[in-house]
């Protein structure tokens, strides 16, 4: 059994907004390319439907129908929703049939919105999924947690520290105390847990941060997202960059770039 509801956003106007919120608005048939629009279409619904309407699937009335009960469909929103049984058993049959042709006909119709977040244009319909919403809610908080942990990791090793700081906010860590460090990384992974996460426990972050401080010193230079090294580009990406310069055959080019980068720091 799974429930979601169906809400609809709040009509302004000059009416009273008692008045308002007791006025029932309608998800009605709209017509895409001629033909009412559908729920669900061809085998799917004869497999659904079958029994719903007056005929069945092989009879001749069967599309004739199909379009009627599609063109006739009206739900009716009341302010406080409407809710709808839309689980299906092990072998996909509705517990209420019903409810779930009419759940995917809102699915698809193009005044209704996934949820109240992606309302846009002349949406005025939106889902309410309490599973989903605890379910993405489980997720951001999983993400918070598995960051905390690497910051712990990472507070504890200064030059770690930097390279994230380097890489997460594009600051030269070296002028920063060590408190200020922690503090500084902290906030970036308070503001943004997946994209520190991601970074914290990627394998190539050392290189990561040794090319951007390459390219902050001049060694390198970046045109757009190429990375170049005098006139050769040593990779279209940073991500490319790395895999050449982790190939031993260009072991000498990163010393070179290593040795530069030495000097110019002094």
Known sequence: MK?????????MGHLPKEVRAGAISKVSSVYVNRQPLK?????????????????????????????????????????????FEVGVDKNGKPYNLDHYLKYRFCLKHPYVADAKKDLIGKQRFYFIDADKDVKDKNKKVKVRKEADKEFIKASSDEKKMDMLIRLLSKTNPTKLTRDQKENTLYDLKDAEPAKF???????????????????????????GNQVVYIDEILGETVEDTIIYLKN????????????KLKEAII
């Open 197 to 223: 996460f991601k970074l914290a426990t990627d394998k190539s972050l050392e290189m990561k941060a040794e090319i951007d401080e390459m390219v902050e010193h001049g060694v390198l230079r970046k045109i």
């Open 39 to 83: 729920g669900v279409e061809g085998d799917e619904a004869k497999k659904l439907m079958t029994g719903f309407l007056d005929v069945n699937p092989d009879h001749v009335d069967w599309p004739k129908h199909e379009k009627v009960f599609w063109t006739n469909l009206t739900i009716k929103v009341p302010f406080e929703g409407i809710e």
């Open 3 to 11: 429930k979601i509801m169906l809400r609809r956003t709040e009509v």
């Open 248 to 259: 031993k055959k260009n072991s000498g080019t990163l010393t070179v770039l290593r040795a």
